[in-house]
C-alpha cells in the first residue's frame, strides 16, 4: 500500500525559505511522476509543481521561479524547494502522483499523508 510521509514545513517570514520533503514507500517510485501539492483554508487542494520520471519539471504560475522540485529515486523520496515565501503559500503541503495532470487537484493514489504545514508571517 502506498504511503507518503511530508516533513519539513514550519513557521518563517516573508521572504524566506523552507525544504519540504516527502518519502514514499510501496509503489514503483522511480517510474512514476511525482507531485507536490498544498491546500490553503477553504481552498481546494491544488498541485503545484511536478517532476517526471525523467526529472522534467513544471510549475503553477503562483510558484513558478520561487519553488524547486527534485527527486533522489535511491532514497524514494521527492523534495520541494521554496524561496521567497510569501503569506499566500500559507498552506498544509502533501505529495503524491498527478499521473498526466499538469494542474487541479487530480491524483493518481486515493491515499494521502498527513501534510505538513507550511506558515509565512508578512
Known amino acids: 500500500q502506498v504511503q507518503f510521509v511530508e516533513s519539513g514545513g514550519g513557521l518563517v517570514q516573508a521572504g524566506g525559505s523552507l525544504k519540504l520533503s516527502c518519502a514514499v514507500s510501496g509503489i514503483r517510485f522511480s517510474f512514476l511522476t511525482m507531485g507536490w501539492y498544498r491546500q490553503a483554508p477553504g481552498k481546494q487542494r491544488e498541485l503545484v509543481a511536478r517532476?517526471?520520471?525523467?526529472?522534467?519539471?513544471a510549475y503553477a504560475d503562483s510558484v513558478k521561479g520561487r519553488f524547486t522540485i527534485s527527486r533522489d529515486n535511491a532514497k524514494n523520496t521527492v523534495y520541494l524547494q521554496m524561496n521567497s515565501l510569501k503569506s499566500e503559500d500559507t498552506a498544509v503541503y502533501y505529495c503524491?502522483?498527478?499521473?498526466?495532470?499538469?494542474?487541479?487537484?487530480?491524483?493518481?493514489?486515493?491515499?494521502w499523508g498527513q501534510g505538513t504545514q507550511v506558515t509565512v508571517s508578512s
Open positions: 517532476i517526471s520520471s525523467r526529472e522534467s519539471t
Open positions: 503524491n502522483s498527478p499521473g498526466p495532470s499538469v494542474s487541479g487537484s487530480f491524483s493518481l493514489f486515493a491515499s
